[in-house]
């Protein structure tokens, strides 16, 4: 922690150059006046990508491909907004077989994503280590089951999929290749075991010291009346937004934001900053959970504390780790091959919007397609960046406790509250430096 | 046979990694074909992308492996081999040195802290080698830049070499 004087403002400057377990690169400027913080700046400055103007001019196959490289950790997110919002606009009914199949992919992508950040990101914050590695020497079973439980994420994804890293099967009408019974059969024993594990866990965070605070949240996702949300509902919030989820930019915008590469989002009308995720998706539709998962997060007697606690978010991770691997066992029970893989289409000029739920929230797509079935225009708004102001804001008051606190403390503190939002920041197109201004 | 012509059980795994569409950083996928058919020539090559812990943790106790992945930071072209083990002291060293892990992404594990990990987790995994190549790009699209394109005989020569040695149970 540095101390500088600039002119009036007396900056405050704490290096948290470690932040190793978020993703991408940033930095977080603190601004004190009269003893109280009174803003957060995050400032992202990894480089922007360009992938809104990279899909321009091809066709929306070739954006589903493309689309899913934005992020190796949530490419499905990626494809399935994409491919719901050309469905949307092109009038596509899919078949219920490939909705299910839809539907195990997206749980294979959670899976993979919470079993990475429960157990190898966010455990060491609680445990005290420095690392999953560090964390391995004293909790050696914690992080092998991390690791097996990301691995049968990852190959429900690489079956439904053609790969577990940037999936190359999705495609507007269903997939390129559905598999066989057999082939989902062989999923099962992974599953079960991460299902029983993802049980163990739930009741294990529901143990650990969550670390005081406490706010009321705007949380925002999609809602199904049958299901836990995936690709399908209406996009509510708890303060009375209830729209299609092709209409998310009737209610919410992208604004830019200085000393940042990524947009932020916020509400239309001005109302609070929101909040997207595993807790939002708790907040809000835990009647939909699966019936095991309902039971675990009952169990842990935290439901509520969720909603008001950002640190106890790896107790939502974890109660739908059991619904997704829950689900994921019920899909390959009951599926059945489709007699096609896709449904044929034709495309058709306007615009296509759509808004599915990746791990970290809601993420939204809208595509101007031309007369020529080729793209025009493309907005991409991912969970991470409408997450930021909502950050920023929990920020502002978590910043007020570092204050006193020793350098060493006050990054460790800091650093564990923004991993508990999950942040992808290169997807947001973010790794912290602190800074307190003190005017 | 061999990667050179013997016949033999396969018994090494060649984890191929990186992402076949980013320029250089698809090496280890354009070198593989160079080699003789798997079946034959004693080893199995597994196309990981992005390599982590359960890769090694998937192998039986005491399985030899090459990781094959493109460098940063070395001449383009170079063919850098050497024992898994070694790799394991970078992550060490990296863990001593927070600064130096400032830019790594937490969201793919690096390939020493595969390692690493690994082997805290199951002393007798990840056995074997690491060989790398040096590149010039890693931009869109799947062309590898001419130093690297020219490096691919000697990179499949050295993968050839590294398998027949592994397979012998030579230590890696």
């Known amino acids: 922690m540095n101390d500088a004087v600039r002119g009036e403002t007396r900056e405050r400057r704490i290096e948290v150059g470690q932040l190793t377990r978020v993703e991408g690169e940033g930095s977080l400027r603190l601004f004190v006046r009269d003893g109280e913080v009174v803003e957060a700046r995050f400032g992202i400055f990894e480089a922007p990508r360009y992938f809104e103007r990279l899909v321009v001019g091809r066709t929306p196959d070739e954006v589903i491909d493309i689309v899913a490289r934005i992020c190796g950790i949530c490419p499905i997110a990626y494809q399935m907004s994409a491919v719901h919002a050309f469905e949307d606009l092109f009038g596509v009914r899919i078949d219920p077989a490939v909705r299910a199949l839809r539907r195990l992919i997206y749980c294979g992508e959670w899976i993979e994503s919470h079993g990475l950040h429960v157990y190898m990101l966010h455990a060491p914050d609680f445990l005290g280590y420095e690392s999953a590695l560090a964390m391995a020497a004293d909790h050696r079973q914690l992080v092998e089951h991390g690791l097996q439980m990301k691995k049968a994420g990852n190959d429900i994804i690489k079956t439904l999929g053609g790969r577990a890293i940037h999936p190359v099967s999705v495609r507007v009408g269903g997939f390129y290749r559905v598999p066989r019974r057999d082939e989902l059969a062989a999923l099962r024993p992974a599953l079960e075991r991460a299902h029983e594990y993802a049980q163990d866990t739930v009741r294990w965070v529901a143990g650990l010291t969550i670390p005081a605070f406490e706010r009321d949240m705007r949380f925002v996702s999609l809602r199904h009346p049958a299901e836990y949300p995936f690709n399908d509902g209406r996009?509510?919030?708890?303060?009375?937004?209830?729209?299609?989820?092709?209409?998310?930019?009737?209610?919410?915008?992208?604004?830019?934001?200085?000393?940042?590469?990524?947009?932020?989002?916020?509400?239309?009308?001005?109302?609070?900053?929101?909040?997207?995720?595993?807790?939002?998706?708790?907040?809000?539709?835990?009647?939909?959970?699966?019936?095991?998962a309902r039971e675990a997060l009952g169990a842990t007697g935290m439901a509520e504390r969720v909603k008001t606690n950002i640190f106890a978010s790896i107790v939502a991770r974890s109660v739908e780790l059991v619904h997704a691997t829950a689900e994921a066992l019920d899909i390959i029970e009951a599926y059945r091959p489709p007699s096609e893989p896709f449904t044929p289409w034709r495309a058709r000029p306007g615009v296509g919007a759509w808004a599915t739920e990746a791990p970290r929230g809601l993420c939204f797509h809208r595509y101007e397609v031309d007369g020529e079935g080729r793209i025009a225009h493309c907005a991409i708004v991912p969970p991470t960046s409408q997450n930021q102001a909502a950050i920023e804001a929990d920020l502002v008051v978590a910043g007020q406790a570092v204050l006193e606190m020793s350098h060493e403390a006050a990054t460790r503190h800091l650093e564990h509250m923004i991993r508990s939002y999950d942040p992808c920041i290169s997807c947001a197109t973010h790794f912290l430096d602190l800074t307190i201004e003190r005017a | 046979m061999s990667a050179t012509g013997r016949s033999m059980k396969p018994r090494v795994t060649v984890f191929l990694c990186g992402e076949a569409h980013r320029g250089d950083d698809g090496v280890a996928f354009r070198a593989a074909p160079l080699l003789a058919p798997e079946a034959q020539a004693g080893y199995r090559a597994e196309a990981v992308g992005r390599l982590d812990a359960q890769h090694f943790l998937d192998l039986a106790p005491g399985a030899q492996c090459i990781v094959v992945d493109a460098v940063a930071g070395i001449t383009p072209g170079e063919i850098l081999v050497m024992p898994l083990d070694r790799l394991t002291m970078l992550a060490d060293a990296r863990s001593a040195d927070r600064s130096v892990s400032r830019r790594r992404s937490s969201h793919g594990t690096s390939v020493e802290d595969a390692v690493a990990l690994a082997r805290m987790l199951r002393p007798d995994s990840a056995r074997g080698t690491f060989v790398g190549v040096g590149t010039a790009r890693f931009d869109l699209g799947a062309d590898l830049s001419p130093p690297v394109a020219a490096a691919l005989p000697a990179l499949a020569k050295t993968l050839a070499q590294e398998i027949d040695r592994l397979a012998l149970g030579e230590a890696g």
């Open chain 1, 235 to 292: 996009l509510v919030s708890n303060d009375g937004v209830d729209v299609a989820p092709s209409a998310w930019d009737t209610v919410f915008e992208e604004h830019q934001v200085q000393g940042s590469n990524a947009l932020h989002a916020r509400s239309k009308d001005g109302r609070a900053p929101y909040l997207l995720g595993a807790p939002a998706r708790i907040a809000l539709c835990a009647d939909a959970l699966h019936p095991t």
